[in-house]
């Protein structure tokens, strides 16, 4: 799960510095259409294009910071 969702953000942001032309960590709202289409989001619709990848990345970014963080509470107990 974790290496699913880490490859998701990596391919998002690679996406995203392909579109601005530059190594930008923000995705504005003026490059999620884009990106969400180079990623596999093909709806006709780019505000449903753009809502369903937001929901992946907002999911995958739940599972690392929860993982990362059950992590890091088992490895301070040692």
Known sequence: QLESAYDFILRARNELHYHTGRAAD???RNVQAAVAY???YTSRSPV???EAMM???YSHLRH???ITRNVEQ????V
Do not use: F, Q, Y
């Open 48 to 50: 449903k294009r753009i």
């Open 74 to 77: 088992r490895l301070a107990l």
């Open 26 to 28: 923000v995705l504005t």
């Open 55 to 57: 929901r992946d990345l």
């Open 38 to 40: 180079n990623l596999g």
């Open 64 to 66: 690392v910071d929860i």
